[in-house]
Nanobody, 115 residues
């Protein structure tokens, strides 16, 4: 089984930057892809960015050009670099790992962008 631990959320002013980290442990060999999702109050959880085991990436249109997903295989960690943050980026951000047919979720980290 895979376990995920996120860190790096916080409060930042519009235009600022944050970097989120997601450390994976357990059966990491089974992970096909890892990603970041977010959920704002009253809204559904949505995909932000994905990185596949081969290294390819996908981004939501709303974050293209501002956010970058990357990974450090030696540390079993995936990062989300968020630049030019906007108030509408405010949400709880969740790390997820696709492990076979399962999606494993982290506990979530709050990102708040003030205007």
């Amino acid at each position: 089984q895979v376990q995920l631990v996120e860190s790096g959320g916080g409060l930042v002013q519009a235009g600022g930057s944050l970097r989120l980290s997601c450390a994976a442990s357990g059966s990491i060999f089974s992970i096909n892809a890892m990603g970041w999702y977010r959920q704002a109050p009253g809204k559904q959880r949505e995909l932000v960015a994905l990185i596949f085991s081969g290294g390819s990436t996908n981004y939501a249109d709303s974050v293209k050009g501002r956010f970058t997903i990357s990974r450090d295989n030696a540390k079993n960690t995936v990062y989300l670099q968020m630049n030019s943050l906007k108030p509408e980026d405010t949400a709880v951000y969740y790390c997820a790992a696709d492990s076979g047919p399962q999606r494993v979720w982290g506990q979530g980290t709050q990102v708040t962008v003030s205007s």
